[in-house]
């Protein structure tokens, strides 16, 4: 089934509208709430939910909802580990609509103080080749189930959703690195990847709008085709701007401009401090890993530690390399310095790939310490 067999123009409109996710310039956690709430509006769902899977995709590392209230998903517990029905999207990634969840063999049942729920439709968001997560919605509003049009138009969403993700992804890459094997990889895939993707969407919208009758539609097409043309030509701007980056700059340089950049994210200046021959002693390799930890760890202070201070130390003592990154926010307590979840795994992995470890500490004065250690070369 494809949008043709959809009749209701003003949601053909909402979906197109969506396409714009391409180009925004929105942070990821904003960019895939905002998918949510399309989702819920457009098929008058009562409660949305977007999970994030784990590296190995067998299970959902982070669970975003909407239409609950904030003391509602307190008083529920520890988010969805993707069991159950949930679980079925996980092992099967294809679309799933289900008119009760009840009386569904697969249903694992709700914990405490869930609201009930009973309509259900599930479907893969997608980036690139892999399933990065499930788009899911429950209970439509006024209907015993959700329609055809409705997976249809969900579908939709989904695969702009997926665009948007690797394309947010890969500006963060292009800011963070500037490593010449990095560079060389980013751009062969926004060239072979990205804008061919692009490319054939446009292609595809063009023969929609060719064959669309409804007053309006038409044009609004035609502007979602230049709109992605404008992209491309941004894309391709930074293929060229990839290759003028200066190769030789140290990495008490770049942890420096980093430092800068994220000022903006956490609100004040993070002071900075060096240790060590880290210019000679760090390899390229270790170096991206490390840009990478530094944004992470920094950008998860801004959003979740309520800080109003914030340093980093990077030391180099023989072979060891050594990040430790400090706030004064509300501490191991709280959501901390990493805000767990997807950020912390991805932190530990990068420590675990290059034979080193990942410690949270608390300050005896408040706030937390994150220690990241590995092999310098």
Same mark, same amino acid.
């Given at each position: 089934?494809?949008?043709?067999?959809v009749?209701?123009?003003?949601?053909?409109?909402?979906?197109?509208?969506a396409?714009?996710?391409? #180009?925004a310039?929105?942070?990821l956690?904003?960019?895939?709430r905002?998918? *949510?709430e399309?989702a819920?509006?457009?098929?008058g769902?009562?409660?949305?939910?977007?999970?994030v899977?784990?590296?190995?995709r067998?299970?959902?590392?982070?669970?975003?909802t909407?239409?609950?209230?904030?003391?509602?998903?307190?008083?529920?517990?520890d988010?969805?580990?993707?069991?159950?029905v949930?679980g079925?999207?996980?092992s099967?990634?294809e679309?799933l609509?289900?008119?009760?969840?009840n009386?569904?063999?697969?249903?694992?049942?709700?914990?405490?103080?869930?609201?009930?729920m009973?309509?259900f439709?599930?479907?893969?968001?997608?980036v690139?080749?892999?399933?990065?997560?499930?788009?899911?919605?429950?209970?439509k %509003?006024?209907?015993?189930?959700?329609t055809?049009d409705d997976?249809?138009?969900t579908?939709?969403?989904a695969l702009a959703?997926?665009?948007a993700?690797?394309?947010a992804?890969?500006?963060?890459?292009?800011?963070?690195?500037? *490593?010449?094997d990095?560079?060389q990889r980013?751009?062969?895939?926004?060239?072979?990847?990205v804008i061919?993707?692009?490319?054939?969407a446009g292609?595809?919208?063009?023969?929609?709008?060719?064959? %669309?009758k409804t007053?309006?539609?038409?044009?609004?097409?035609?502007?979602?085709?230049?709109?992605?043309?404008?992209?491309i030509?941004?894309i391709?701007s930074?293929?060229f701007?990839?290759?003028?980056?200066d190769?030789?700059?140290?990495i008490?340089a770049?942890v420096?401009?980093?430092?800068r950049?994220?000022?903006?994210?956490?609100g004040?200046?993070?002071?900075?401090a060096f240790?060590?021959?880290v210019?000679?002693?760090i390899?390229?390799d270790?170096?991206?890993h490390?840009?990478?930890? %530094?944004?992470?760890?920094?950008?998860?202070?801004?959003?979740?530690?309520?800080a109003t201070?914030?340093?980093?130390?990077?030391? %180099?003592?023989?072979?060891?390399?050594?990040?430790q990154v400090?706030?004064? #926010?509300? #501490?191991?307590?709280?959501?901390?310095?990493?805000?767990?979840g997807?950020?912390?795994?991805?932190m530990?992995?990068?420590?675990?790939?290059?034979q080193?470890?990942?410690?949270l500490t608390?300050?005896?004065?408040?706030?937390?310490t994150?220690?990241?250690q590995?092999?310098?070369?």
């Amino acid at each position: 089934m494809s949008l043709h067999s959809v009749e209701d123009a003003s949601k053909l409109r909402r979906i197109i509208e969506a396409m714009l996710l391409i #180009g925004a310039d929105l942070d990821l956690p904003d960019l895939l709430r905002h998918v *949510i709430e399309e989702a819920r509006s457009i098929t008058g769902a009562h409660y949305g939910a977007i999970g994030v899977l784990n590296s190995e995709r067998t299970a959902l590392a982070e669970f975003i909802t909407v239409g609950l209230a904030p003391d509602d998903e307190v008083r529920i517990g520890d988010r969805p580990k993707g069991l159950g029905v949930l679980g079925l999207v996980i092992s099967d990634p294809e679309a799933l609509r289900i008119a009760d969840l009840n009386s569904h063999p697969n249903r694992s049942g709700f914990p405490l103080n869930h609201p009930p729920m009973t309509s259900f439709l599930g479907v893969p968001i997608r980036v690139r080749e892999e399933v990065y997560g499930n788009l899911y919605l429950t209970d439509k %509003v006024g209907w015993s189930e959700f329609t055809n049009d409705d997976l249809v138009l969900t579908e939709a969403l989904a695969l702009a959703a997926g665009i948007a993700v690797e394309n947010a992804r890969l500006h963060q890459s292009v800011k963070v690195t500037s *490593i010449q094997d990095d560079r060389q990889r980013l751009a062969g895939d926004l060239h072979d990847r990205v804008i061919q993707r692009l490319f054939g969407a446009g292609l595809s919208l063009q023969g929609i709008a060719g064959a %669309v009758k409804t007053d309006g539609l038409s044009d609004r097409l035609n502007s979602v085709i230049t709109e992605i043309d404008h992209t491309i030509r941004e894309i391709r701007s930074t293929i060229f701007e990839l290759s003028l980056i200066d190769t030789e700059q140290g990495i008490r340089a770049q942890v420096i401009a980093l430092l800068r950049e994220l000022s903006q994210v956490v609100g004040f200046e993070v002071r900075s401090a060096f240790d060590g021959p880290v210019d000679t002693g760090i390899s390229d390799d270790v170096a991206g890993h490390l840009l990478a930890t %530094v944004r992470e760890a920094v950008t998860n202070i801004g959003r979740h530690a309520n800080a109003t201070k914030a340093d980093v130390l990077l030391s %180099v003592h023989g072979d060891l390399c050594r990040l430790q990154v400090s706030d004064n #926010g509300r #501490g191991m307590g709280g959501t901390g310095t990493t805000g767990g979840g997807l950020g912390l795994n991805n932190m530990r992995r990068r420590a675990e790939k290059l034979q080193g470890r990942l410690e949270l500490t608390g300050n005896s004065a408040g706030g937390t310490t994150l220690d990241w250690q590995v092999l310098a070369k």
